[in-house]
């Protein structure tokens, strides 16, 4: 081919790239459901770009009216959902983001979770940018009415650039992340007020005057399965104290050592997470 052919080719070529990538953008916007009797999962897609460094996706659960499922701590009861992205492809990383979860008092007692639909955000690193990245999902997780059953869902999605027709949910359930801050800027200090085999402990915190405040307490490793604080005074002066006993921690840990806590604060329809040092 002449020289003067190749400026048409290369915009030929260009063009039909171009094509590609907006089909298989539009064809992306989610993976089929993988369905049981009581619910199911996907994988939907977020708006992006085909040289985003890190690509929006999420992992969406529905259940049957009256049924629930599990944040990644479940509190008394119940199962944290696992996600598996073994098998994908061009993935360096997936990472789950957890919505601040609703608190369900029954008579099994205190749970953490979600009724009826969620969305969990995924942050996903291609291994090599500008490249399509097809995410493959193994999530084991279980879902509650008043007994608790196991399911299990695939599902299957090629990330690409474009608009989403689920941006709007996805972003929802991003917003519903809570954030990062420190203590200070929480307000927060915890500290032992018993001694014993299962100290108590008490947390003070910042409450926004008229908001409902609930706050959750995590280990340094899944293994532990602390309570969740109960509220030890009504919130008055912009503050808020709960308490918890240092119960649940594995075996062979000495209640006295000082350790690393993660505490979600939700106020409303804002949620911050803390890590702090109980001394």
């Known amino acids: 081919m002449s020289d003067m052919h190749r400026p048409l080719r290369t915009m030929l070529a260009a063009c039909v790239i171009a094509a590609i990538w907006a089909t298989v953008g539009h064809a992306a916007d989610e993976s089929p459901w993988s369905e049981d009797i009581r619910s199911a999962a996907r994988i939907v897609a977020g ?15 529905k259940m049957q009216p009256g049924w629930k499922t599990y944040w990644r701590y479940p509190g008394d009861s119940g199962v944290p959902p696992s996600f598996d992205f073994s098998g994908s492809e061009n993935l360096k990383a997936a990472t789950v983001l957890y919505p601040s979860p609703h608190l369900f008092t029954d008579e099994t007692g205190q749970t953490l979770g ?21 995410l493959r999902l193994k999530i084991d997780y279980a879902v509650c009415e008043k007994l608790c059953v196991p399911a299990e869902g695939r599902a299957e999605l090629t990330l690409a650039p474009g608009n989403s027709v689920h941006n709007a949910d996805l972003s929802a359930a991003e917003a519903r992340v809570p954030k990062l801050v420190t203590a200070a800027q929480a307000g ?23 908001q409902p405040i609930e706050l959750f307490v995590e280990g340094p490793t899944p293994k532990w399965a602390l309570p969740i604080p109960k509220p030890a005074k009504p919130a008055s002066n912009g503050q808020a104290q709960f308490s918890f006993d240092l119960d649940g921690m594995p075996p062979g840990v000495d209640a006295k050592s000082p350790v690393d806590l993660t505490f979600t604060v939700v106020t409303g329809d804002r949620a911050v997470e803390v890590k702090s040092r109980l001394d």
């Open 114 to 134: 979600y009724k009826e639909r969620v969305i969990f955000p995924l942050s996903v690193s291609p291994q090599q940018a500008g490249k399509l990245v097809r």
């Open 188 to 210: 927060l200090t915890a500290r032992r007020v018993t001694t014993g085999a299962k100290p108590q402990v008490a947390v003070d915190l910042a409450a926004p005057p008229g």
């Open 47 to 61: 708006s992006g770009k085909s040289n985003d460094a890190q690509l929006r996706a999420g992992v969406e659960i």
